[in-house]
């Protein structure tokens, strides 16, 4: 949708999507300058959560970069239906959440979905990578962002947030990461840091390899603290 924006109109793509629907579209300008009162915290998608009922919580977990097959979700289902309300609820960080599980409960739904291979703790690597299609799904991928972000997963520093862009459309996030590896060719990345600039932020280093990547990541997110520190 950024794309559209960016390329068109709000008119422009109002009009377009009149000529499919038969009751008339409008814009309400109460609404153009909106934004959510709290910015949305993206660790409540991980483990269980208290709801606003007492004695409610919800419980998410991750499937790695955001792929969930069919009998995962299945079993998730099948979950959602024991222990919850029968629902099961997206979120933009490719996490799914269980809601209105009994507290007492939510520890064995926790390990219930650990057990089908979703990260629940924000301790785990692969909770802070983002990665795209990657070149086996997208054919403007310039390099296997999905194989390539699980080895990172296993070097990664702790606490760092990357996204992996096969292209510079930036398809899997809508924000800026901290930081980002646009691929420049079969796994080698340009290492973007988010600094206020434009895009992606700016470029710290060109075609780097995963190991090389991880390598550097490391004090880029963790600088030694100067010896007027200690």
């Given at each position: 949708m950024r794309h559209l924006l960016a390329a068109h109109s709000v008119d422009t793509l109002l009009q377009h999507a009149q000529t499919y629907v038969d009751f008339p579209l409008s814009r309400d300008a109460s609404l153009a300058n909106w934004k959510?009162?709290?910015?949305?915290?993206a660790t409540l998608r991980l483990g269980a959560h208290a709801q606003r009922v007492v004695g409610l919580q919800h419980v998410g977990g991750q499937p790695p970069l955001g792929r969930l097959d069919a009998v995962t979700l299945r079993d998730l289902a099948t979950l959602s239906h024991q222990r919850g309300n029968g629902t099961l609820r997206m979120t933009p960080w490719q996490s799914v959440l269980l809601p209105?599980?009994?507290?007492?409960?939510?520890?064995?739904?926790?390990a219930e979905m650990h057990a089908l291979g979703l990260a629940c703790d924000?301790?785990?690597?692969?909770?802070?990578?983002?990665?795209?299609?990657g070149s086996t799904g997208c054919a403007k991928s310039l390099a296997d962002t999905k194989a390539d972000a699980l080895r990172l997963a296993d070097r990664l520093p702790a606490g760092v947030d990357v996204h992996l862009s096969g292209c510079p459309r930036s398809c899997a996030a809508a924000h800026c990461a901290p930081y980002t590896l646009l691929a420049a060719a079969p796994g080698l990345y340009d290492l973007y840091r988010r600094d206020g600039q434009p895009g992606f932020g700016s470029c710290v280093a060109h075609q780097l390899t995963i190991e090389q990547a991880a390598d550097m990541l490391d004090p880029l997110a963790h600088p030694a603290r100067s010896p007027l520190d200690a």
């Open positions: 959510r009162a709290t910015p949305a915290d209105d599980i009994a507290a007492n409960a939510a520890p064995a739904v926790l924000p301790a785990q690597s692969i909770t802070h990578l983002i990665a795209c299609a």
